[in-house]
């Protein structure tokens, strides 16, 4: 079925979304408006998955455990995000909703002049919560 899927796609001319280059470190920040929330607020669902034993990349600090996760977001012309790709960490769901959660910061908090093409830039999150 997804085979079908995919080929009807390449027949109708649509092409595959583009995938950001494998070093990140060449990318620039996101260029926020304004700053979004740091993801402390957002830490409920991590902490969650690490509980449940679904995620174990979460690492101990001396206020709890924290767990970071890089992405690449693609932002096109006008500012508005196109694509969101985190660094995989063995954590899919996680990956998944860090992904959700910038898709939403950004959109209507990129600088609109940020950009004239599809440009590839990076961000994180960082989620925490006590032991």
Known sequence: MI??????????GASPMP??????????????SRDPDDGANLSSFVRAEVKAGRCTAATPSPQGYVLKVDLAVLVGPGGQPKRVVPRAIACPSVEQYA????????????????ADADIWYRTSLTFSWPA
Request: charged letters at 10%; a negative charge; glycine letters at 8%.
């Open 3 to 12: 085979t079908a899927i995919l080929l009807a796609a390449q027949l109708a």
């Open 19 to 32: 995938m950001p280059p494998q070093d990140w470190s060449t990318l620039h920040p996101l260029p926020y």
């Open 99 to 114: 992904a959700g959660l910038v898709s939403s910061m950004a959109r209507g908090n990129i600088d609109p002049g940020a």
